[in-house]
């Protein structure tokens, strides 16, 4: 339970899974409080254990802590929405993706695809830890390629806020409304045999 919001009351499970897909979800509350490295080293090792095409693990994080030195340039490339919010998170992650194979310089079709599977289990593993872990797409991507002096063969694809839990009424009041879990589509609108 993140935030103390009970996932029952806005989830409908229709298969058996394990809890953790339907109790995960993405609050802003934060309570500002620095993460330390250790705790960061958590989520980037589950994130290591993704599978990827030939093994290649495609993913970098590059990240800035409340209290560190990088805070107010990783927090200036959000847009003012999620600056209101992400001020309090613990650390600002920003993931990229190597769309190239290191061994021969070829394209690699499932880079954006194998480092989603790694930003799902960093998300999983915040949230095992009772972490808040928000993932963005609302920043200047080109600001962020210069910021951290990405290499021409990363694509930049998220940002993510990650902290301690905070008080809900920190956020706006259009914030406040959609901080709760949100409702999935059905299995039987997502999966198709043979064809759509």
């Known amino acids: 339970m993140i935030n103390n919001v009970d996932t029952t009351e806005h989830r409908d499970v229709q298969h ?6 339907a109790e995960r979800w993405s609050p802003r509350a934060m309570n500002g409080e620095a993460l330390d490295k250790a705790t960061l ?25 409340a209290d560190g030195e ?23 992650i920003l993931v990229l993706s190597r769309h190239e194979f290191e061994q021969n310089g070829q394209p690699m079709k499932t880079h954006s695809l194998d480092t989603g599977a790694a930003w799902q289990n960093l998300a999983l593993q915040g949230a095992r830890m009772g972490l808040a872990v928000h993932g963005m797409q609302g920043f200047d991507y080109s600001g962020a390629v210069a910021l951290v002096n990405a290499p021409s063969e990363f694509t930049v694809e998220m940002m993510i806020g990650v902290g301690k839990p905070g008080d809900i009424s920190e956020l706006s009041e259009s914030q406040q409304q959609k901080e709760q879990p949100s409702p999935r589509k059905s299995v ?3 999966s198709f045999e043979g064809s759509f």
């Open 16 to 21: 058996d899974v394990d809890s953790i897909f």
């Open 70 to 92: 990088h805070w107010g340039a990783f927090l200036n490339l959000l847009v003012a929405a999620n600056q209101s919010w992400a001020q309090r998170a613990g650390a600002l």
């Open 41 to 65: 080293d958590r989520l980037f090792e589950a994130a290591r254990w993704a599978p990827s095409a030939f093994n290649a693990q495609p993913w970098r994080f590059v990240y800035a802590t």
């Open 188 to 190: 039987a609108e997502i």
